[in-house]
């Protein structure tokens, strides 16, 4: 039978498909046939390497050649909707999602220190973040340097000179994302702090970083992996041209390094000293921050346990501190700065006094020296210790660890007192730490608090 010529053209078209798609086959199982060759290859150059480390080696080239590659898409097809993420490992985070849809830019940084500092740390990210018209990936709250997962700062140009460092263990705050709800350790500060009201105040938008990494697994890829570009940052100056830049030209210089960067990494919000006319309320908005509502309900809880009216003292020592000094000093004055606030109580408030003192300090043996003291002065005392004795049940509503609990309770208390006490040894100098300063900025405003419309 003869073909007509259009037949023949079908023909010769379906045969040159064919065989195209016979090469394509033939090509794909020798690539599959030459892969497992080439690792044994590997190996048989580095015989201490298995197999597994090599796939590592080779995801992580892939993943330096490509920020933004589908990690997983190669070894699994079938990505989950719901993925299970490697605690630990920023690479585990599958970036099928679309990235950044509002086109949003972000500032995160790195941060350290005690409790009150990293506010302070945080009232400056934020009034960056507010300048830059950025949101701000809020850090986990961070325990104390002493308590073993902490961390400092050091001197004042550390941040500039180790800004590699600092950025890359900031970095790997994200990895404490990957293992939640299992991973305690992470702690949130929408914990302690009212975000959606601290937000309206302040007019900055915050994000946890663990919602961010959810949210944004690209960026995430492309920003916090430990292999990422860092820069070397010293924002106000101080440490490169040895004077502070003004506020405004401070903003430039960010923005002359950041303006092409999605999210912003900074090794330090804490160091940066450059203010203009909205620092201060920056500052006080933040120390004096709106409780969450379990905190409220602990602070309520805490305070109907007080008597009425007390003065509230908090001792600052130098941390590890001896306490064995603390029984051969002299304690008068802390007695007389007692009896002191007392008068003023019955003079300037109208009151009838108070033999109450609820007593703080970062040093429970210092708790204890000057209770046996001021008991034999004739003073009723109390600390939080004694007061949750016999029930700490309210503290599970609050996920944090109980010494960053205590010490945020201590500090509240204290500066509900009717009038305050405050003593600071220091080694030798003697000043007012940030812990004291926040403790006077509450007292301040004891009457509002912003503790809700039912607080006395």
Known sequence: MKLVPHRKCLVVIFLQVFLFALLLYINGISQSVNYPMQLQAEEHRHPQKNTSSLKEE??????????????????????????????????????????????????????????????????????LAHSTNRTLILP??????????GRSAGTACNPYIKSGKFIRIAKLDATKCLGAPKNTKYVKFSEIIDLSKLSQTTNVTFVDLCEFVEKEPVLTL????????????????????????????????????????????????????????????????????????????????????????????????????????????????????????????????????TSSVFIASNSQKVVTCYKQFLRKAGF?????????????????????????????LDQIMVSLGNRVVLQSKMGISTFQSTFQRVIVEWNTERSELKLGEDWR
Do not use: W
């Open 222 to 353: 492309q920003y916090f992996h430990p292999e990422s570009p860092v820069q070397k940052v010293d924002l106000d100056g101080y440490c490169t041209i040895h004077h502070r830049r003004p506020y405004s030209k401070m903003v430039n210089h960010f923005q002359s390094i950041f303006s092409n960067s999605t999210v912003a990494i900074i090794p330090s919000a804490f160091v940066i000293r450059s203010s203009n006319s909205q620092s201060e309320a920056f500052s006080r908005n933040f120390l004096v921050y709106p409780p969450s509502s379990n905190l409220l309900a602990v602070i309520h809880s805490v305070r109907a346990r007080l008597p009425p009216d007390y003065i509230g003292l908090h001792m600052r020592y130098k941390d590890k501190y001896n306490s064995e000094k603390c029984f051969s000093e002299n304690k008068t004055e802390v007695s007389d700065m007692i009896q002191h606030e007392n008068m003023a109580m019955m003079e300037k408030d109208g009151t009838n006094g």
């Open 140 to 149: 986990p709250i961070l325990p104390h340097k002493d308590d073993g997962d």
């Open 380 to 408: 009723r005392t109390l600390s939080l210790s004694d007061v949750l004795e016999k029930d700490s049940s309210v503290l599970a509503s609050i996920k944090v660890p109980l010494s960053t609990i205590y010490l945020v």
């Open 58 to 127: 080779t995801k992580k080239r892939e993943f330096e050649d490509h920020p933004q590659i589908e990690i997983g898409a190669k070894y699994d097809a079938h990505l989950p909707m719901v993925p299970v993420l490697e605690e630990g490992n920023i690479a585990s985070i599958p970036s099928h999602n679309i990235a950044n849809v509002d086109n949003q830019k972000y500032l995160f940084y790195y941060s350290h220190s005690g409790f009150s500092n990293q506010l302070i740390g945080l009232a400056r990210a934020a009034q």
